[in-house]
């Protein structure tokens, strides 16, 4: 008997029935390598390929879905895609459509992590109080990281623009393989041997959760927690914190903010001690203009024409008052000039010429020291005695007491 013919139509219908019917193709993780990666910059869709090594699927993977990614991927990552197979009808094409991606093997190193975690914050090695404080102003800085690749060149760039006082010190080591966990803690142990820094930062440029792993060992958290120098970590994934992160004095999420926290904004410093410094010295210039006039306004002549006003006034109004008023002045003047001749008779009464001339003088020894009491002579000793019109050289023959 002849098959009936079906329309193209009908069978990517068919084919769709049966693939999305499966219960297993509904809701499945599939593992392999990224060998194409192409965003949609428009829809915020991501079409992309998986293979093994022998075989590939076609995969996509929608805006909402790809909003929610929290690691940047590309070509050649392993990744576990959690997901349902997907047929297009019109396309005749199989897809797989993506819900969820994480590195493979990410369910192994969460289990560690969180292992690792509970062990250590048992311990107390998380703890606020073990947090030192970070200095205010460094002189000099350790970097821990790879010697190549944006982020040391992101760190040394940001403390070079923000400050011209402190001394940057590159500690190049491994930051993901093998023995990378090994490099930085050793590294952070000999700055720490050599008693050679202010501060440190510890970090990388990002990276899948298994390039960053080494952030995650044993050893290196200690290392950091038992730091008697304070470090800043900038792992480089703003997501994610690392427990170096959790074990640092001061945690950023990228080496750019890191070394941004590092060191204080010496040009801004200056800039504001320049405007301080103005500010001060204008108002202190403002304060002398003021108190300068304040005692120009104060000052005899201004008094004295302020008088001569008041005279005019007064002298247009009554003549006569003018004539008192003139008494009145004088009677003060002279009794201004009465006190001053009192003052200036006691001031003279006072004067040493005055009371040698009631036949007294001044004895001086041979250095020219006035000599006060007989404890400051004795026999034989030369002595001047300044009288009022003239002086005696003489020599002590005797010396009495009273």
């Known amino acids: ?20 019917g499966d219960p297993m193709l509904s809701n499945i993780v599939v593992t392999g390598e990224i060998s194409s990666w192409k965003p949609n910059i428009r829809s915020g869709a991501v079409f992309f390929t998986v293979k093994d090594k022998d075989s590939q699927i076609d995969c996509v993977m929608w805006q909402e879905a790809a909003a929610r990614l ?17 047929y297009w009808n019109n396309r005749g094409q199989l897809r797989f459509n993506a819900r969820f991606i994480e590195p493979a093997g990410a369910g192994e190193l ?17 703890d606020i109080e073990r947090k030192k404080p970070l200095p205010a102003f460094p002189k000099k800085v350790f970097v821990v990281t790879s010697g190549e690749g ?71 958290v200690r290392s950091i927690a038992d730091s008697h120098i304070p470090i800043i970590t900038g792992i480089g994934h703003e997501d994610n914190e690392s427990l170096s992160d959790l074990a640092a004095d001061f945690y950023a999420k990228t080496p750019t903010a890191a070394a941004d926290r590092a060191v204080p904004d010496t040009f801004e410093l200056r800039e504001d001690l320049d405007y301080t410094l103005d500010l001060i010295e204008r108002l202190f210039e403002r304060h002398m203009n003021t108190a300068a006039e304040r005692v120009e306004f104060l000052s005899p002549a201004r008094m004295t ?20 008023m003139s008494g009145r002045m004088e009677s003060i003047l002279l009794k201004i000039q009465s006190g001053i001749d009192v003052e200036k008779a006691r001031l003279d009464a006072l004067s040493p010429k005055n009371i040698m001339n009631r036949g007294y003088g001044v004895i001086m020894d041979a250095d020219g020291k006035m000599i006060k009491g007989i404890g ?6 030369d002595i001047n005695v300044t009288l009022t019109d003239g002086g005696i050289k003489a020599r002590v023959t005797e010396v009495r007491r009273d």
């Open 110 to 126: 969460n289990a560690k992590y969180e292992e690792l975690k509970r062990k250590l914050t048992a311990e107390g090695l998380f």
């Open 70 to 86: 929290t690691m940047k991927l590309d070509v050649g990552d392993l990744i576990n895609m959690h997901g349902r197979v997907d």
């Open 150 to 220: 944006s982020a040391v060149e992101d760190i040394k760039k940001t403390i070079i623009e923000k400050n011209d006082y402190v001394d940057i010190i590159i500690y190049p080591v491994k930051v993901q393989g093998q023995g990378a966990a090994e490099e930085i803690a050793a590294a952070i142990n000999h700055i720490n041997a050599m008693d050679a820094a202010d501060l440190m930062i510890v970090g990388r440029g990002g990276g899948s959760a298994e390039e960053r792993w080494a952030f995650n060992e044993e050893i290196v």
């Open 305 to 324: 024409g302020m008088l001569k006003n008041m005279v005019n006034l007064r002298e247009n109004k009554c003549r006569g008052e003018l004539s008192q």
């Open 376 to 381: 400051e002579i004795k026999e034989n000793d």
């Open 1 to 20: 008997m002849a098959l009936k013919p079906v329309s193209v139509s009908d069978l990517n219908r068919y084919i769709k029935n049966v693939l999305t």
